[in-house]
């Protein structure tokens, strides 16, 4: 097994290279000149040039290219373009909003959505069932801005229970910290409620008709059990890649909801460094969320090993 | 149901009582834009400026009716010959650090902006020496007679002359500084700084203010809070949420689509601060054909109309209003002389103009910025004006970043370039020919568009010699006259920005820019 760790995560290596190297090309062939932006309506076409010299963007692409690689190669994400921050610190500023929303969503989402799962594939074919799937292809179909607002209308400005947008770091009390995570964690959440119940309520479905379900039940075991001892843990295996996949499409890929209650995310920052041709920020961000890409895939498949013993490396 | 739901809230109550809460009087305040660069001189970013003025303070500045008053500075006075300027600083000014603002201080901030700045720059081309012969006096002298000289000191908008620290004003103009001591009523707080999220700033309590009433830039700038933040939301139903929601007090410009649903609730206001508001403009790049025959930019100004433009993009005509002067209506240059028969929408006559000048069916590349609310629905108006007077139109849409980049490029239309696009600039950008980037011919040396007419440099030339107002508005009215032969561009109409803001905010000041001093908060 930890042959088979390292194995991946040597694998992993020119994986990031081919990120490295299609992010940097994509980005200089996208229209686009971060020193016009810079440079604002004022300037003329000396003025662009000399900050396109200053950003080392005159260079040649090989050599803007090897020179940011050598960059990346000693730690060194460089600095924005904009900001006068290194895009390490921006990253590191982003990363507890992201990685916060997207565990809150997780664990709402698994909470809620394996449970009423295994409850509609036990009861499948009756009104229980049909209400959690017709809840499921709702999650999927609302777009989340607008159960975004929806919530915001009636928690937040209605009942004024909530606040309506803003993140409080853990360290600057927990509280706020809840309290700003509840309303952006449950819209969130609503779609991988959906996802989720549904691919529990399928690979449910499939194991009750295996032999040793009935034969728990031969042996007098109650349906609790039977379901959530026998059942789900034979099931969990597409149930875990679905979860697996969540937290990696969450943690780059929450713009909207980042959006609709100000929550300082990664997502946000790629969208502004994108908006801006800030090219070190999105290049980071983007490495970085391959990486997390390829490590949660790599998880998931060690967790195969756990969920269902019979998988081997 | 209300009893079932009470222990709930009982929970979010305590979950909010754990929340700290910032000591003394804060102004929450969502801004227009992310604050992203700190310099206001490196970049001509409004939201930069609008920092700059939290921090910084000026030598002179516009008041509420734009006219010029000493602001750091107590008193000037000019010798007989207009040719040597003395400026004496106040006394008792001080940087943040403590340490006293010093005439030397104010050249280098000078010399710095004006390598930046095109009014700056015009400015300098004029001066032949800028020295500071004791620690409150600045001397200024000219190589001949240069009529803005105050305005110039004075300018709002993109661009401003900011004092600074000599140490700080001494960084290379083309790099951002790092060092964010002013001397302003306000203190920026870097640790406190979050891009994307906040900016806080606290009361400076050595500020000295003037006297004076405030009064637009100008005037006593008394800091009444002990703290500003501005919160960056970026969604701008979101801001609407907060301000409705009491989470931020100010929101410094809400979308005009929203304005309905502030103006209904009754713990909003609304106030337009900036009465000349913003000008929308069509640039012309003059370089390719058939934009480099003026007959036929003349046709375009006699085939647009601003009522079809504004409502486009305001909607509500409470907002915006007509107005044919290249300079803004309510300024003092303020004129409609040459425009009279345009932007009328005359399709006959910009027929017989596109005749005359022997337009050959070219199709005009129209730049859209699909991405600016404010901007996005004016291609589509101004493709369809004028195609009716006979013009071909290829409307291309690209984001506003791309569109920046785009018209940096002098390449034909058809192998990347453009004909023309859209924009707006504040009000206060384009008060007089000199001002107006838009307006500067000098080909080359133009703004992207790149105009080349002798005729008119030599207009704006003379207006910034021109020291008397009256000649200077006659100067200002015969470049006006030019650009209607020649035009540089096409005057869109202007409208107002309100800002909106939670009852209990008081002393909000109407002037050429937004301002949080003398704002207070109950």
């Known amino acids: ?313 | 149901m209300a009893l079932r739901l009470r222990p709930f809230a009982l929970a979010l109550a305590v979950l909010a009582g754990l929340t700290g809460a910032a000591a003394g009087k804060t102004l929450r305040v969502a801004p227009h834009s992310d604050l992203k660069i700190l310099d206001p001189i490196w970049t001509t970013a409004l939201i930069s400026v609008n920092h700059g003025y939290m921090i910084y303070d000026t030598l002179f500045a516009l008041d509420a009716r734009l006219a010029v008053k000493p602001q750091m500075v107590e008193r000037y006075e000019t010798s007989p010959d207009k040719l040597t300027w003395t400026f004496t600083l106040r006394d008792g000014l001080a940087w943040h650090d403590g340490s006293s603002v010093t005439a030397e201080d104010c050249v280098a901030s000078l010399k710095r902006w004006g390598a930046r700045d095109t009014m700056g720059q015009k400015l300098l081309s004029y001066v032949a020496g800028l020295a500071a012969p004791d620690a409150r006096t600045i001397r200024m002298t000219l190589r001949e007679p240069y009529g803005l000289v105050l305005q110039t000191l004075a300018k709002p908008g993109a661009s401003v002359p900011f004092m600074m620290p000599k140490r700080v004003a001494e960084t290379d103009p083309g790099k951002q500084i790092t060092d964010f001591t002013g001397s302003g009523p306000f203190i920026f707080k870097s640790d406190e700084w979050r891009p994307g999220e906040k900016v806080v700033y606290v009361k400076n309590p050595k500020y000295k203010p003037r006297a004076e009433a405030p009064s637009g830039l100008a005037g006593g700038k008394i800091a009444k809070v002990d703290r500003v933040e501005w919160l960056w939301i970026a969604d701008a139903q979101t801001q609407v949420n907060a301000l409705l929601a009491g989470e931020v007090d100010i929101i410094e410009a809400p979308p005009h689509d929203l304005l309905p649903l502030l103006a209904a609730d009754k713990n909003i206001e609304l106030f337009v601060w900036n009465a000349p508001g913003r000008q929308y403009a069509l640039r012309f790049n003059v370089l390719h054909k058939p934009f480099d025959n003026p007959k036929v930019r003349q046709a375009v100004a006699y085939a647009l109309n601003q009522k079809d433009m504004l409502a486009s993009v305001i909607g509500d005509p409470e907002w915006f209003s007509e107005c044919k002067s290249l300079f803004p209506c309510g300024s003092p240059l303020e004129s409609a002389k040459g425009f009279e028969d345009k932007l009328d929408s005359n399709f006959v006559k910009a027929r017989a103009l596109l005749q005359e000048a022997g337009y050959d069916g070219t199709p005009i590349v129209v730049l859209q910025s699909t991405d600016l609310v404010s901007l996005s629905n004016l291609a589509p108006v101004t493709k369809s004006l004028l195609e009716k007077a006979g013009l071909k139109v290829d409307v291309q849409a690209m984001d506003w970043q791309t569109l920046v980049s785009r018209r940096a490029k002098k390449d034909p239309p058809s192998a990347g370039g453009w004909h023309a696009f859209l924009t707006s600039w504040a009000s206060v950008d384009v008060l007089d020919p000199v001002a107006t980037g838009f307006l500067n011919a000098s080909c080359d040396k133009a703004m992207f568009g790149w105009p080349c007419d002798a005729e008119l440099e030599r207009l704006r030339d003379a207006f910034a010699r021109e020291t008397d107002a009256a000649k200077q508005k006659q100067i200002a009215e015969a470049v006006q006259l030019r650009e209607v032969e020649y035009p540089t561009h096409i005057q869109l109409g202007q409208y107002t920005q309100p800002v909106a803001f939670r009852k209990g905010v008081t002393g909000i000041l109407s002037g050429p820019s937004i301002a949080f001093w003398n704002v207070e908060v109950k």
């Open chain 1, 1 to 313: 097994m930890i042959g088979y760790i390292l194995r991946r995560l040597a694998a992993t290596a020119p994986v990031m290279l081919i990120v490295a190297v299609l992010v940097f090309l994509m980005l200089r062939l996208t229209p686009g000149d971060p020193a016009a932006i810079i440079a604002g309506d004022n300037a003329n076409a000396e003025q662009i040039a000399a900050i396109r010299n200053r950003l080392g963007l005159d260079e040649p692409i090989f050599t803007q290219f090897f020179i940011w690689l050598g960059n990346l190669l000693r730690g060194d994400f460089g600095e924005s373009f904009f900001f006068k921050k290194t895009v390490g610190e921006l990253i590191a500023s982003r990363l507890e909003p992201t990685l916060a929303l997207s565990l809150a969503t997780i664990v709402i989402a698994v909470l809620i959505a394996v449970p009423l799962g295994v409850l509609a594939a036990y009861k499948q074919g009756t009104l229980i069932d049909k209400i959690v799937m017709g809840f499921s292809v709702l999650g999927f179909s609302v777009p989340v801005f607008v159960i975004g607002y929806a919530l915001i209308y009636l928690f937040a400005i209605k009942l004024n229970w909530l606040p309506v947008q803003g993140y409080q770091r853990i360290g600057d009390g927990l509280g706020g910290f809840l309290q700003r995570l509840i309303l952006p964690s449950i819209t969130l959440a609503v779609i991988y409620v959906a996802l989720i119940a549904r691919m529990t309520r399928a690979s449910v479905i499939d194991v009750l008709h295996e032999d040793y379900i009935r034969t728990a039940r031969a042996k007098g075991q109650t349906e609790l059990k039977v379901l959530f001892k026998h059942a789900l843990k034979n099931a969990a295996v597409p149930i875990a890649t679905v979860v697996g996949l969540g937290i990696a499409l969450l943690i780059g890929g929450v713009v909207v909801t980042e959006s609709v209650f100000t929550i300082p995310g990664l997502g946000r920052l790629t969208v502004d460094a994108v908006l801006a041709r800030d090219y070190p920020t999105i290049q980071a961000v983007i490495l970085l969320f391959s990486l997390v890409y390829v490590l949660i895939n790599l998880a998931v498949d060690v967790a195969y090993t756990v969920l269902d013993p019979r998988i081997r490396y």
